[in-house]
């Protein structure tokens, strides 16, 4: 495309970006910091260049029948531009391309793929990521961006009248409708900016590399054990880990004490089983019987043999009763350790 010579001297030293035909001689272009229009001479006008600064409060957008008329708000005045129904993507691209530039929402290099505008809703594909602006304007300040290395996953559903675009963002998804008779248009727009980002071919290259990526994070997202961290088992042992254990060795415990018991002959039992006699007595008493020297027999009278033959009679009712309880308990044993034998 050549840059007529009245565009040249409207640069003053600044780089020419690029720049798009409106239809005859006409020619829009991009600088870093403007739009230049170029006005070939006509029959009821002189040629002409007109400038539009990208620092702008509010773009407005108007869509007629032949033409479509933008319209820029600046602080101090407002200008419009109208081109052809024709170039108006290319142009609205051009717009957009320089205002993000300028508001840096675009890194330096970063260009625009495609721009769409929809009832309230503007979208920019741009090469790195996805800008949003809903409202009357086609553009303002308010707006959302979404990074495309932020992109966990890309989805698009299709319904009866529009068509969601699912952006996966950290995990997170975020929904915008498009209308389906350009949904396709945006489709292939957003998926050509995002394969080139990632640098594949298809949409099953771009989820595999997601899955990859999300495997990759789980993998580092996982705890590394090392060899000063304790775990359960070693040397401590968690709450109510051995309760059964405990339990079960308590219970053989118990049932190995009250065999054993019942195997043992009873303090107070001969070998056989049967009582001992001589078992209710006490230590003192056995000795001072076995060695104190017992009264000449002479010297004893009818009234201390009586004596003795009560107490006698008093100790042998002592050492039955205790026999007796010694057989209860004997047979208390057995009978505990049966049931036990038997699950009771």
């Given at each position: 495309m050549e840059i007529p010579e009245l565009v040249q001297e409207h640069l003053g030293g600044e780089e020419l970006q690029t720049g798009i035909m409106l239809g005859d001689e006409d020619v829009l272009c991009l600088t870093p910091t403007r739009l230049l229009c170029y006005r070939a001479e006509g029959l009821l006008s002189d040629e002409s260049v007109t400038e539009y600064p990208h620092e702008v409060e509010r773009l407005g957008l108007n869509e007629g029948r032949r033409k479509t008329k933008f319209v820029f708000e600046?602080?101090?005045?407002t200008r419009s531009l109208t081109v052809p129904n024709g170039v108006a993507g290319d142009v609205l691209e051009l717009v957009l391309e320089g205002i993000l530039s300028t508001e840096r929402v675009l890194e330096e290099d970063e260009?625009?793929?495609?721009?769409?505008?929809?009832?309230?809703?503007?979208?920019?594909?741009?090469?790195?990521?996805?800008?949003?602006?809903?409202?009357?304007?086609?553009?303002?300040?308010?707006?959302?961006?979404?990074?495309?290395?932020?992109?966990?996953?890309?989805?698009?559903e299709k319904a009866s009248v529009a068509t969601e675009i699912v952006?996966?963002?950290?995990?997170?998804?975020?929904?915008?409708?498009?209308?389906?008779?350009?949904?396709?248009?945006?489709?292939?727009?957003?998926?050509?900016?995002?394969?080139?980002?990632?640098?594949?071919?298809?949409?099953?290259?771009?989820?595999?590399?997601?899955?990859?990526?999300?495997?990759?994070?789980?993998?580092?997202?996982?705890?590394?054990s090392?060899?000063?961290?304790?775990?359960?088992?070693?040397?401590?042992?968690?709450?109510?880990?051995?309760?059964?254990?405990?339990?079960?060795?308590?219970?053989?415990?118990?049932?190995?004490?009250?065999?054993?018991?019942?195997?043992?002959?009873?303090?107070?039992?001969?070998?056989?089983?049967?009582?001992?006699?001589?078992?209710?007595?006490?230590?003192?008493?056995?000795a001072s019987i076995e060695t104190t020297d017992g009264?000449?027999?002479?010297?004893?009278?009818?009234?201390?043999?009586?004596?003795?033959?009560?107490?006698?009679?008093?100790?042998?009712?002592?050492?039955?009763k205790q026999n007796e309880l010694l057989r209860k308990q004997h047979g208390a044993i057995k009978q505990l350790v049966e049931e036990l034998r038997q699950g009771r």
């Open positions: 600046y602080v101090e005045d260009g625009v793929v495609g721009a769409f505008r929809f009832s309230e809703l503007t979208l920019i594909v741009a090469e790195q990521r996805l800008v949003k602006h809903v409202g009357g304007s086609v553009w303002e300040s308010d707006f959302e961006t979404f990074a495309y290395e932020d992109l966990t996953g890309l989805e698009f952006l996966q963002v950290d995990g997170r998804p975020q929904r915008i409708k498009t209308p389906n008779d350009k949904a396709r248009l945006v489709e292939k727009t957003l998926q050509k900016a995002v394969f080139e980002f990632f640098d594949v071919t298809s949409m099953s290259e771009l989820q595999s590399h997601f899955q990859t990526e999300a495997d990759e994070e789980s993998v580092d997202e996982e705890p590394a090392t060899g000063d961290e304790f775990s359960f088992g070693s040397e401590i042992t968690p709450l109510g880990g051995d309760s059964e254990t405990t339990n079960a060795s308590t219970e053989d415990d118990t049932n190995r004490s009250i065999v054993d018991a019942e195997d043992e002959p009873t303090k107070g039992e001969t070998e056989d089983g049967e009582p001992a006699i001589a078992s209710g007595l006490s230590e003192t008493e056995s009264p000449d027999p002479d010297a004893l009278t009818q009234e201390d043999l009586q004596e003795v033959s009560d107490q006698l009679s008093e100790l042998t009712t002592a050492v039955n």
